[in-house]
């Protein structure tokens, strides 16, 4: 499969279009954002509690999809919205060890914020979020830019590939889901370690949301 086969040699891979413009429009309506984060998180916003039964929701969704996308299973970890303005950016950084899959749902964007993605496979043996100091950082000919448009979904190992986004350098606004999945714990295993806890089984996507050609597992 064409998705899969690039998530392994490249790190990532961009399924187009998944969202409807309907799906794109409860986002945008049902979403809202909390004060700045800290520099950790590159000051950008993150959702509000109210919002997360809405992102929670897309999130089943998402791991349906992703099971027909990429062929094999998945748990769902935490996934959360966040908004980038042109004072954010994101330090370069390894995801948590039990996050190995992380997908970005682009739904609405007013300028490109490209998220950089170094192409180098590298073991992850930290206990918490690594961010790389500047001399870890990867030499330019290994580094890929994952750019979404409105209603993309981009899916990438971000346990395992460095990635960020620089500050940029015009007027930005960007909002997206970040959704997380791991498939080396069980379900038993992950309940243990977090306190996310396991959203429930989906077997099929049954609303308007998605594009018609996405829903009933015919991701090709
Ligand atoms: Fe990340």
Redesign the pocket.
Known sequence: MKYKHELDTKGYTVVPQILSSRGIDELNVNVRFGENEGALQGWRRHSTKESSPTVASFHEDVAFIFRHVLGDVKNSTYSFALEYDEHSF?PP???LVY?EI?MTLCYFRDNESDLFIDKYWQENKYAE?FTAAEDEMPPNGRVERMRLRAGDIGIFN?RNHL?WRDKFATALTWRGI?FHFMRDYTAEELVKQTSWGIPDEKHGLSNTRYNKDFTGGTIK
């Open positions: 994101l950084h390894l995801e996050n992380s979020r971000g990635h970040l």
